[in-house]
């Protein structure tokens, strides 16, 4: 079991922009692009492959990688289209004094998960959270558990906005021990439950990516861990208001499935928005009202006015008619 917070790790194969490789054994050949990121078993690069971009995963030692390819073949075999990357190619690459082994998958160009959330607007949360959902069922479905759910594993895919996830390392079979995990997103860290892969543990983890949305720079659990702790923190954010429920039910392992916590996170999302509209809406009306109040009060100087000119008019014609009145009785 591996726990990720603190990955420091030195590089042990550096691949350079413009650097060719070629597998060892089937002879694909890869143009490095740049270096995407790195985490605690290996580094990840953009690279150029004869079919188009790929990401190549390139590892310190071969027992690092070989469960996230075993899983990852696992998935392209069983799943169809998923949110993970698709697998394309395992290999070596030697190099004059020692062997890097390598994997190759799909190229998931898209924004990181808090950052898109931060520039879009907080709606965002819940529609992603709901996709999210959607794809955790399925796994839950045959058998896996995501466990290392954070939102550095996630991206935010192009037309349309679809979240993908990016590291399978965590994938764990229902009922073993979690594999990888982070403690922020843990329910063991915070004294909330088992690190046995079950749907539920996931769950917890997408509470607390809600969490993460609202305290981007996290938070620790400053000595008395449990959910007084945790709620109070999420009553303390307007974005997480609205989801205050689903998020208790999340940490209490309410759901059955991530299905039914999708449900509960969809009625949220509609009663808001039509909240929203129905805000709108009576904001359209008191503007409405007092366009009619403008309107009337116009209408009313306006008469007001037209009376007065009107007397006005009156008053000096007459006295007109009198003085010309006047004159001919002079005259006469
Ligand atoms: N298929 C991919 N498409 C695009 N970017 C990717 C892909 N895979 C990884 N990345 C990028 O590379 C970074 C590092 O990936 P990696 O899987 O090594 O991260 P990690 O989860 O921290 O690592 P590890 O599992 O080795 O500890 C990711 O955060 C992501 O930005």
Redesign the pocket.
């Given at each position: 079991m591996k726990m990720?917070d603190s990955?420091s790790k030195k590089q042990e194969c550096k691949l350079f922009p413009n650097q060719r490789i070629i597998g060892r054994w089937h002879r694909h050949p890869y143009r490095i692009v740049r270096e995407?990121?790195?985490?605690?078993?290996?580094?990840?690069y953009?690279a150029e492959s004869e079919s188009g971009p790929v990401?190549l995963?390139i590892a310190r030692d071969s027992m690092?990688i070989t469960s996230?390819v075993n899983v990852m073949r696992h998935f392209s075999k069983v799943q169809g289209p998923s949110l993970g990357?698709c697998f394309y190619d395992v290999d070596d690459y030697l190099t004059k004094d020692a062997v890097f082994p390598f994997y190759v998958?799909?190229?998931?160009?898209?924004e990181?998960f808090l950052p898109f959330i931060r520039d879009r607007g907080a709606e965002w949360m819940g529609v992603l959270v709901v996709q999210l959902l959607n794809e955790l069922y399925r796994l839950h479905q045959i058998g896996w558990v995501f466990g290392?759910l954070k939102p550095?594993?996630l991206?935010v895919a192009d037309s349309p906005y679809r979240v993908r996830w990016?590291?399978v390392?965590?994938m764990t079979r229902h009922g073993r021990s979690i594999k990888?995990y982070t403690e922020f997103f843990d329910r063991g860290y915070w004294g909330l439950g088992s690190r046995k892969a079950e749907p539920g543990y996931d769950l917890f983890s997408v509470s607390m990516l809600m969490i993460n949305c609202a305290y981007p720079a996290r938070f620790e659990k400053n000595g008395t861990p449990g959910i007084g702790h945790l709620m109070g923190k999420v009553r303390q954010k307007q974005l997480l208001a609205p989801y205050e429920a689903v998020i208790l039910n999340g940490f209490q392992g309410k759901y059955q499935s991530a299905l039914a916590m999708r449900t509960e996170m969809l009625n949220i999302i509609q009663d808001n928005s039509f909240n929203r509209k129905n805000k709108m809406n009576r904001a359209g009306s008191a503007k409405v009202a007092t366009n009619r109040r403008a309107y009337r009060k116009n209408v009313t100087t306006a008469k007001e006015k037209h009376r007065w000119t009107g007397v006005y008019e009156t008053m000096l014609i007459g006295t007109f008619l009198l003085i010309l009145y006047i004159l001919y009785l002079f005259g006469q």
């Open positions: 990720r990955i995407l990121g790195y985490g605690a078993t290996g580094t990840v953009l990401a995963k690092s996230e990357p998958m799909e190229y998931i160009q898209g990181s290392d550095e594993n991206l990016l590291d390392g965590g990888e």
